[in-house]
């Protein structure tokens, strides 16, 4: 802070000369500091700490930020020893060398950490000015050997569901045992190697399996999983399980048809008409006819057909015939209905 002040009386003074050729008392420039990044998080994996965190938008006085140059990163160890805070790189606003940019998100990799040490990081962002704003809230983060990655990961669809389920790690990534594991993240994607940045879950799954509900049927999920190391965030975790993918299905078909009626002729057909159905995914209609007792109902019709009503002129003069109507959805299942209730004709 000693030093952001410095440079601000510097500029301030050579201000203030330039200023003194001109009529009329000097003008004190308004010096605006950026704000720092407010989601900083770090995350330990493969005993490197990643930082990430989102490109600030404004100045610490809510004004838009247009100059923004570079983010300076402060390191401290906390534990087995403790070393004070100070800067370990900068990375640029625009293209930096030595970040990675997804948007206006930044992830940045300190590889010069050991493992056992907790550090503790903060971030600062400079602008064209040389301005220097306020420290970011600390992130902290423990470097250990990974949790090895859960096995037998399998996903089992339902309707608007997938269930997960896998087996518990027992080691560390270099075959040291571990003693519990706190918890499970599962990510979620709807593109294969390419999932959500915070997990399904609000907090660490303690269980070794997890139903994820309200999903759309007939679309493909991609699931990971990764054991947590630590009780609170931000989660540390250990290597991420193998990818599964499964489809949720609709498995539940129409309400059978209601009110089906059948007015024989005139002339050899059978004119039958019976009240719509009311689901959002109904595909259409089949009608099963029998053609006398003990005999087997075929169906008249092989597709689906929308309208409420259909002309049977393949019936004979004299015949008996019993009729029901299903309802078909569409779903990739094509569910159908129970049967209507039977309605019989003669035909003259």
């Not at 000693?2 to 510097?10: F, K, P, S, V, Y």
């Not at 050729?21 to 990044?37: A, D, F, H, Q, W």
């Not at 003990?294 to 002309?311: G, I, Q, Y």
Request: overall charge neutral.
């Amino acid at each position: 802070m000693r030093t952001r002040q410095i440079a601000a009386l510097a500029f301030l003074t050579v201000f203030l000369l330039v200023g003194c050729g001109r009529k009329g008392p000097p003008v004190v420039p308004v010096l605006i500091e950026p704000s720092p990044p407010a989601d900083l998080t770090a995350q330990v994996r493969r005993q490197v700490v990643v930082l990430t965190w989102t490109r600030p938008t404004t100045n610490v006085d809510d004004t838009a930020l247009k100059s923004l140059a570079a983010f300076r990163i402060s390191r401290s160890q906390q534990s087995p020893q403790a070393t004070a805070l100070s800067a370990i790189a900068t990375v640029k606003a625009d293209k930096p060398e030595n970040a990675i940019v997804s948007g206006h998100r930044y992830a940045f990799t300190d590889s010069g950490v050991v493992v056992g040490a907790k550090y503790g990081y903060q971030i600062e962002s400079v602008n064209r000015h040389g301005i220097v704003g306020p420290p970011s809230e600390e992130a902290t983060a423990l470097v250990t050997v990974e949790i090895a990655a859960p096995s037998d990961l399998r996903a089992e669809a339902g309707e608007r569901t997938i269930r997960l389920s896998w087996s518990a790690p027992t080691r560390r990534a270099d075959g040291s045992p571990i003693a519990e594991i706190q918890g499970y993240n599962i990510y979620r994607g709807t593109t294969p190697g390419r999932y959500d940045s915070r997990p399904i879950n609000r907090e660490p799954i303690r269980a070794t399996w997890f139903q994820d509900s309200d999903l759309v049927n007939d679309r493909t999920y991609y699931y990971i999983v990764k054991a947590v190391e630590n009780q609170e965030p931000p989660w540390q975790e250990g290597l991420q399980s193998s990818e599964v993918s499964a489809d949720p299905v609709d498995l539940t078909p129409p309400a059978p048809p209601q009110g089906v009626r059948a007015v024989p002729g005139p002339g050899t057909v059978v004119s039958l008409s019976w009240e719509p159905n009311r689901e959002s995914d109904l595909l259409g209609y089949l009608v099963y006819r029998s053609d006398g007792p003990n005999r087997r109902p075929r169906r008249l019709v092989e597709t689906p057909f929308t309208v409420p009503a259909l002309n049977d002129r393949s019936v004979q003069s004299g015949g008996r015939y019993t009729y029901t109507v299903t309802a078909v959805d569409a779903s990739s299942r094509r569910n159908e209905s129970a049967p209507s209730a039977e309605i019989e004709v003669s035909v003259p």
